[in-house]
């Protein structure tokens, strides 16, 4: 019993550090997530949108994730996205886990949609939406930074959501 009141307070916990941490962001006029699309796929050729509109690349801000934390955010304005980043090397395999309002544990009320790309632009994968039960994954051929982006999955959508990646394969635990 204990056990699970630990849980259920290690999650109300979380949730009010990422309220509060968007709620930062939102007057700082600092975006820290992004995510895009349904399914994988895009070619190497489709070149992100970044934060502030154009096409430069790497994005000029993100949110620096690290490996087996679960991070929630949210997205409460109508066209926001999110953008993160985490160094991957070479020679390992990552997983790229959320938990939104879809595909997830109930805490989310969003669905999103989830972009990953290379330090120089190139699509890991693009547009998927469900990656709770069935992670988005890929190898690391070169040392570099990815680049994640998390938008509504719906147009106009707003709600929270949560993001976190590793190399071992299990989903991280709250």
Wanted: aromatic share 20%.
């Amino acid at each position: 019993m204990k056990t699970r009141k630990n849980k259920i307070l290690n999650i109300l916990v979380i949730t009010a550090i990422a309220g509060i941490i968007t709620l930062l962001a939102a007057c700082s006029d600092v975006i820290g997530i992004h995510f895009s699309g349904s399914g994988s796929g895009g070619s190497s050729s489709d070149v992100p949108d970044v934060p502030g509109g154009g096409s430069s690349f790497p994005p000029s801000y993100y949110t620096n994730l690290w490996s087996d934390s679960w991070y929630w955010d949210g997205i409460y304005s109508y066209g926001e996205e999110a953008w993160y980043s985490f160094y991957a090397y070479a020679g390992n395999e990552y997983y790229i886990w959320w938990d939104d309002g879809y595909d997830g544990s109930g805490s989310a009320s969003m669905g999103v949609k989830v972009s990953a790309y290379s330090s120089n632009g190139d699509n890991i994968f693009f547009k998927a939406e469900n990656g709770y039960y069935s992670p988005q994954h890929f190898y690391a051929y070169s040392s570099g930074y990815i680049y994640i982006k998390v938008e509504p999955r719906y147009n106009g959508a707003t709600g929270s959501f949560a993001i976190a990646y590793n190399n071992s394969g299990y989903r991280p635990y709250y």
